[in-house]
């Protein structure tokens, strides 16, 4: 399948700092991407620039008109939400949605059934005739992001859009943007709600330090990644063994007095752990433990930050 964005050596410098480094990718459609990283790591620059808010340093961003339903006025093909507040203050939610949903050239009857459906989405019906200035954090988020998404559009981008919803709310608006991306719309999200994402993501875009670390398919990254290996001791951890594990060949975290947690590749096998570990320790119980999105993340970053 042919892409419906593409960015070739995409590279953002803030004054001396490198915000994004020559980053390459091609991205589908209706495809569901989350994409991670550190504080910093440079996800808002990304989102920034794909969508045309943050100037480039150098490279192309291109979008393939033949997937844009709206090809005169390609930007009212996505829907956009900044990390950043863009809300007119002193109207109401109504007026603040349907105005996104006006400004993709939406009009009259059609422009109103669309802001009724993404209220809905949000649960801000009851809310409709409310001044934006009146509400709660979380709610001024909900309307941020009807905002951004009530005028249906092919491509969403949307910069933490979970920030400051309660737990339903987000799972009822990520299992909306799921059935966007079913029915063919792509889905780039960022957020720190990992455990939630990996419900929702077919990908992830990794980056670290600026740098594109990885691109792909969510199970490969879990699949390829480091694995957990959890042993627990018949005695409290003494000094000597806490020194050999600290100088051990894979990384140890420590549990308990007398538990750890040992990073290994994905292939190490539960014999090689016990093998090395006979001599100086007695083990009382050893388990691998199942890999996800989470632990895979930590460990890759873990392994970055190296
Ligand atoms: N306007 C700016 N001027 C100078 N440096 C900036 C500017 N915006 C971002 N940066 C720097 O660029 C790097 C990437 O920032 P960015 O906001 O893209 O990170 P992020 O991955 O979105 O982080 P977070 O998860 O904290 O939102 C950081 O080192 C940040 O300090």
Redesign the pocket.
């Known amino acids: 399948m042919s892409y419906i964005l593409k960015a070739t050596d995409l590279t953002v410098n ?2 001396e ?1 490198v ?1 994004l480094d020559h980053i390459n990718l091609e991205i589908g459609g209706g495809e569901f991407i989350c994409l991670l ?10 989102i ?1 620039a794909i969508t045309g808010l943050q100037k480039m340093s150098h490279g192309s961003i291109i979008y393939n008109e033949d997937y844009l339903s709206n090809k005169k006025q390609p930007f009212a093909s996505l829907g956009f939400s900044a ?1 950043t507040s863009v809300m007119d203050y002193y109207t109401t939610v109504w007026d603040n949605v349907i105005l996104g949903v006006n400004l993709a050239g939406k009009m009259g009857k059609e422009a109103n059934e669309l802001c009724r459906a993404a209220l809905n989405v949000l649960g801000l019906t009851s809310k409709k005739d409310m001044l934006v200035e009146s509400l709660s954090g979380g709610q001024l988020q909900r309307v941020q992001i009807a905002r951004a998404i009530a005028h249906k559009p092919d491509i969403y981008i949307l ?2 859009p979970t920030v400051g919803l309660d737990a339903e709310s987000s799972e009822k608006f990520l299992n909306y943007l799921k059935k966007e991306s079913e029915s063919g719309k792509t889905v780039i999200i ?1 957020s ?1 709600d990992i455990q939630l994402l990996e419900m929702f993501s077919d990908k992830i875009i990794f ?1 670290s330090n ?1 740098q594109l670390v990885y691109y792909g398919s969510l199970v490969e990254f879990i699949n390829n990644s480091e694995s957990e290996i959890v042993v627990t001791f018949n005695s409290d951890l003494t000094t000597d063994q806490l020194y050999w594990l600290q100088n051990y060949k894979f990384s140890v975290d420590r549990i308990d007095k007398s538990s750890c947690k040992f990073i290994v590749p994905k292939k190490t096998t539960l014999l090689t752990i016990i093998h090395d570990l006979t001599p100086l320790f007695e083990i009382k119980d050893i388990s691998r433990q199942e890999n996800h999105l989470r632990e895979s993340y930590l460990n890759r970053v873990r392994g970055d930050l190296k």
């Open positions: 803030y004054g700092k915000a990283g550190s504080n910093g790591a440079g996800k808002s620059t990304f920034n990390q910069d933490e960022s720190h980056i600026g």
